[in-house]
């Protein structure tokens, strides 16, 4: 099983909500990702967890809070979010964080009104 | 710092004829070097890796790269294009010592004519 899988697949929230986004891996890897992508643009890190800890924070807002509950289960809580944070966002997952593949899951497509 | 450019935001080629991907990269250390392809409202999936074991690297759906540290390129190449094969490319790196992070390119739209 090389499925990372991500729940909702669209979600549409106003700027006062609070939602969570839920990725999912079951290939026993213990590193975990969240990235953002804007149309027509690459994926942006946001997040790294590494064996459960975060380990890369790349400065992003605090209406945006990772949680990694096990090593499967990686969540990404939003809160008071404006309208350029919609986007698409990707989850992935690499076997320890070291020279692995990244295998990334079909994103949630966000739109925050 | 590392960074990849990619050249041509956009790449039309006809089905059959060679699809020629370019990426440039900036390294200090040996890099570790990646081609992602995503279709459309999809993720990103793996075409193929560099990680310094052979210059040219075979991947996926025929694609292949190879690594010129003289040049600091890694150019995706696929001998015949397939109508299926379009979608956005991106180049991306990572250093050794923390391979965790990856930059991706800015991507390019590959276009199939019949």
């Known amino acids: 099983d090389t499925e990372v899988t991500q729940t909702p697949k669209h979600l549409v929230m106003g700027m006062t909500n609070k939602k969570s986004l839920k990725c999912e891996q079951h290939?026993?890897?213990?590193?975990m990702y969240w990235y953002k992508q804007k149309a027509k643009k690459p994926p942006e890190l946001m997040f790294v967890y590494s064996y459960e800890k975060l380990s890369i924070n790349e400065s992003v807002p605090s209406r945006f809070s990772p949680e990694c509950p096990n090593s499967s289960l990686l969540n990404l809580h939003l809160h008071a979010l404006q309208p350029e944070d919609s986007a698409l966002y990707l989850c992935?997952?690499?076997?320890?964080?070291?020279?692995?593949?990244?295998?990334f899951g079909p994103g949630t497509r966000l739109l925050v009104l | 710092a590392q960074s990849v450019t990619q050249l041509g935001s956009h790449v039309s080629v006809s089905e059959g004829a060679l699809v020629l991907l370019r990426c440039n990269y900036s390294?200090?250390?040996?890099?570790?070097l990646f081609w992602y392809v995503q279709y459309p409202n999809q993720g990103l999936q793996l075409l193929l890796k560099y990680t310094s074991a052979a210059t040219l690297v075979k991947g996926i759906n025929g694609f292949e790269a190879e690594f010129k540290k003289s040049e600091t390129s890694f150019h995706l190449t696929k001998p015949s294009a397939h109508m299926s094969d379009a979608a956005e490319y991106f180049c991306?790196?990572?250093?050794?010592?923390?391979?965790?992070?990856?930059?991706f390119g800015s991507g390019t739209r590959l276009s199939i004519r019949p």
């Open positions: 390294s200090s250390v040996p890099p570790y």
């Open positions: 290939m026993g890897h213990r590193a």
């Open positions: 992935a997952s690499s076997l320890d964080g070291y020279q692995e593949t990244q295998y």
């Open positions: 991306a790196v990572s250093e050794r010592s923390s391979a965790s992070k990856i930059i």
